[in-house]
């Protein structure tokens, strides 16, 4: 295995071993038809938590092998660890800009949005959902008296036969 890993090269052998297209592919990630197409040409790369939500999807195998390794790179893209245990050096990666004081807010500050919009959506999901469960208990409660009622207008109408029945005999 290489020291770098392709990351469009290994995304795209896991979504064709998946025998996925692209658009269901980012369906199945809750990603963009096009973030799809930019993965694989090279143009941007996933963040961790689609690269982990995709090796959920993939089976065991050689791609799931380059799959593990590209999320292992990401990570320490990401959060590198330092070279030598001793000096205590940080290795330079693409992402060496972003551990400024500015940068490191600035990303800070997009994630926290990026977290609270997706918040936003989940409670507003919720909400809906509380809703229709309250107007399903409200549509059985309606059917359950209306059943009520008319399982007790036929015991009437069944109590008041059984009694014409024995009157005339």
Same mark, same amino acid.
Request: charged share 30%; net charge positive.
């Given at each position: 295995m290489a020291t770098t890993?392709?990351?469009? =090269?290994v995304i795209r052998r896991v979504r064709q071993r998946l025998q996925l297209s692209q658009e269901a592919l980012s !369906? *199945?990630?809750n990603a963009t038809k096009g973030a799809i197409q930019h993965w694989e040409r090279g143009r941007n790369n996933?963040?961790? *938590? !689609?690269?982990? *939500? +995709? !090796?959920?999807l993939c089976p065991t195998g050689p791609e799931r092998k380059e799959l593990d390794g590209l999320i292992k790179q990401t990570q320490t893209d990401v959060a590198p660890l330092p070279n030598d245990a001793g000096k205590g050096e940080q =290795? *330079?990666?693409?992402?060496?800009?972003l551990y400024t004081d500015q940068g490191t807010i600035r990303l800070l500050r997009k994630e926290n949005d990026r977290l609270h919009n997706q918040v936003t959506r989940l409670e507003t999901a919720l909400k809906k959902r509380e809703e229709e469960a309250e107007r399903l !208990?409200?549509?059985?409660?309606?059917? =359950?008296?209306? +059943?009520?009622g008319s399982k007790s207008d036929l015991r009437a109408k069944v109590g008041e036969s059984g009694a014409a029945s024995s009157d005339n005999a």
């Amino acid at each position: 295995m290489a020291t770098t890993l392709s990351a469009p =090269k290994v995304i795209r052998r896991v979504r064709q071993r998946l025998q996925l297209s692209q658009e269901a592919l980012s !369906r *199945a990630l809750n990603a963009t038809k096009g973030a799809i197409q930019h993965w694989e040409r090279g143009r941007n790369n996933p963040d961790l *938590a !689609r690269l982990l *939500a +995709l !090796r959920q999807l993939c089976p065991t195998g050689p791609e799931r092998k380059e799959l593990d390794g590209l999320i292992k790179q990401t990570q320490t893209d990401v959060a590198p660890l330092p070279n030598d245990a001793g000096k205590g050096e940080q =290795k *330079a990666t693409r992402y060496t800009h972003l551990y400024t004081d500015q940068g490191t807010i600035r990303l800070l500050r997009k994630e926290n949005d990026r977290l609270h919009n997706q918040v936003t959506r989940l409670e507003t999901a919720l909400k809906k959902r509380e809703e229709e469960a309250e107007r399903l !208990r409200v549509l059985e409660s309606i059917v =359950k008296g209306v +059943l009520e009622g008319s399982k007790s207008d036929l015991r009437a109408k069944v109590g008041e036969s059984g009694a014409a029945s024995s009157d005339n005999a």
